[in-house]
């Protein structure tokens, strides 16, 4: 906020959002969503009042204001490094702000401390690496119970992290991204592996990576299993394929799957919203059409 005389017109703004006149709510809407991030704040403090229509109105408002503070924020994610390998858990919190913009993002990156925590307990320090993935995949597939959610593969909560963590259900992307995010934590080279139709996991090695599927209980792969996984899915397995994805490429799979779901479920608008996200990664923000940068 530059100003007090900005903090007044906001607060002027608020008191009109549910005014009798629908022409002159309309109006406060669109101040509001044009002043952006710093109207959140105080539309926050209108969302927890008792009155049932503010709320409504102001958690509306908040959340037509989100996907532009969004598309900043991934524009300014992709522009930490060019090459495509910035933090891959601060994408992954955007993105949870943009499915649940009315809920606080900070209990994901705790959880995956208090995992990595009870995990690292549980390695030892002369382990082989493939016995350090057998323990790993062991305490989160069978003692945490996290699992592949097979019944209901398109349910858009198995992208967004907050849900995969609280539910203990994923698909591929999320369950191998849970496997980097806790590997990143306690000093395991867990890469991720983008195959054509089915991320796993990797242990990264010069000379003898491993290769496990998080979606099937952390099962461990050879080349030739990865390879029959691809052909499964309709492909020509090639080398390249089992190169390490970099978070650019992880977080745009995750939103063209949620692409992919909000098209089926003929909800366009949030569909439009992620190809744009998509775009800002990708460096081309100024061609993004369905939100604008403030």
């Not at 002369?126 to 097979?150: A, D, H, Y």
């Not at 992290?161 to 496997?179: E, N, Q």
């Not at 390249?240 to 003929?266: C, P, V």
Request: aromatic fraction near 10%.
């Amino acid at each position: 906020m530059s100003s007090n005389s900005e903090k007044s017109q906001i607060s002027y703004l608020i008191r009109l959002i549910d005014d009798r006149d629908e022409f002159v709510r309309k109006q406060v809407r669109e101040q509001l969503i044009k002043l952006g991030e710093d109207a959140i704040p105080f539309l926050e403090v209108a969302a927890r009042t008792e009155n049932l229509e503010i709320k409504s109105i102001a958690s509306e408002i908040i959340q037509a204001i989100i996907p532009r503070q969004l598309l900043r924020q991934f524009g300014q994610l992709a522009q930490s490094s060019p090459s495509g390998h910035w933090n891959l858990e601060k994408g992954v919190i955007l993105l949870q702000k943009f499915g649940y913009p009315d809920e606080e993002t900070n209990s994901l990156s705790q959880s995956l401390d208090l995992l990595a925590k009870e995990v690292s307990a549980l390695i030892e320090h002369n382990q082989s690496p493939e016995q350090t993935i057998q323990r790993l995949t062991r305490f989160l597939f069978f003692e945490k119970g996290f699992e592949g959610n097979k019944i209901d593969f398109f349910d858009p909560d198995n992208t967004y992290f907050l849900r995969v963590l609280d539910r203990r259900k994923g698909i591929p992307i999320t369950l191998s991204a849970l496997c980097i995010f806790l590997g990143q934590r306690i000093g395991l080279p867990i890469v991720g592996v983008g195959l054509p139709g089915r991320y796993i996991a990797k242990y990264e090695s010069l000379t003898q990576p491993i290769y496990f599927d998080p979606f099937d209980k952390g099962r461990i792969l050879s080349q030739e299993d990865c390879a029959g996984l691809i052909e499964k899915m309709g492909y020509r397995f090639e080398e390249h394929y089992l190169g390490a994805a970099t978070s650019k490429e992880t977080l745009i799979r995750m939103m063209n799957n949620l692409i992919m779901t909000y098209n089926k479920n003929a909800k366009s608008e949030k569909a439009k919203y992620l190809s744009d996200f998509i775009k800002a990664l990708s460096g081309n923000l100024e061609q993004s059409s369905s939100v604008r940068p403030n």
